[in-house]
């Protein structure tokens, strides 16, 4: 099973900046791919941004394409949120994700962070 654990939400001034972390621990063969998705209430839960841990492959919502920048650390089994130039619109709560499988021939399975919130208001 791989536990996650986010940092890094809080309040933020339109315009300004925030790095959300997100470190995942427990026992698995591999992290596959990590990400970022976030929800407000009433709507369903998007996707963020993504990245492949081995090749650092990156996908991006349109909404955050140039503003936000995913990045990961393969030793710390860690993935980053640099989010820049933020919006009221970003306001949400972002939950990290990864998969990950438990032996080599096993299946794809995933985990969820338990959120963290982001808030840009003056």
């Known amino acids: 099973q791989v536990q996650l654990v986010e940092s890094g939400g809080g309040l933020v001034q339109p315009g300004g900046s925030l790095r959300l972390s997100c470190a995942a621990s427990?026992?698995?063969?591999?992290?596959?791919?990590m990400g970022w998705y976030r929800q407000t209430p009433g709507k369903e839960r998007e996707l963020v941004a993504i990245?492949?841990?081995?090749?650092?492959?990156?996908n991006y919502a349109d909404s955050v394409k140039g503003r936000f920048t995913i990045s990961r650390d393969i030793h710390k089994n860690t993935v980053y949120l640099q989010m820049s130039s933020l919006k009221p619109e970003d306001t949400a709560v972002y939950y990290c994700?990864?998969?990950?499988?438990?032996?080599?021939?096993?299946?794809?399975?995933?985990?969820w962070g338990q959120g963290t919130r982001v808030t840009v208001s003056s």
């Open positions: 994700n990864a998969d990950y499988r438990l032996h080599l021939y096993s299946g794809s399975l995933d985990s």
């Open positions: 427990g026992t698995f063969f591999s992290l596959d791919s």
């Open positions: 990245i492949t841990t081995s090749g650092g492959n990156e």
